[in-house]
């Protein structure tokens, strides 16, 4: 009986620390979601040509998509996510996404099988890229391998 506990138990342990990519994001509290969108939407410019510029792959476990469907963000963010929602920042921001690469296996250098372009890999997460509105780029940890997080509508 004790044997089967502790197996439970290791079970159980081994599964909160395989925890696919996708569910990232419960990791942070809706405010500060919602502080990481107001930063992403007033530096909108920057973090697009930040993410378009990458020179490595952004490893599959720091792409964190955010659904932003009943974050708490003021009026002047609400405008801006209308604004940013189409035109030639909504295409820039997309041009962004088809450029940066993610490999589902962390790989220093060269090419990987398992690498997909960040937009093909949102679609692996069933997020639409075209949804997408806005990116927080956070090189801070490790600047050759910044947390992206993906603000989207769904």
């Not at 502790?6 to 342990?13: G, N, R, S």
């Not at 510029?53 to 002047?76: F, Q, Y």
């Amino acid at each position: 009986m004790k044997q089967r506990a502790i197996a439970a138990f290791f079970a159980a342990a081994c599964a909160l620390a395989a925890t696919p990519p996708a569910f990232a994001q419960t990791t942070m509290t809706g405010s500060q979601q919602a502080a990481y969108l107001r930063h992403a939407l007033a530096n909108f410019d920057r973090e697009t040509q930040m993410l378009a510029t990458m020179k490595n792959h952004i490893s599959s476990r720091d792409v964190i998509p955010v659904a932003v469907g009943g974050l708490s963000v003021g009026t002047p963010e609400r405008r801006t996510l209308t604004r940013s929602a189409g035109g030639s920042r909504h295409a820039a921001l997309m041009a962004a996404l088809d450029k940066a690469t993610d490999a589902a296996v962390d790989r220093n250098n060269g090419q990987s099988e398992d690498q997909s372009s960040l937009a093909e890999y949102l679609q692996h997460l069933n997020v639409n890229p075209q949804s997408v509105v806005a990116v927080d780029v956070d090189p801070r940890q490790d600047p050759q391998n910044p947390r992206v997080i993906v603000f989207y509508r769904r």
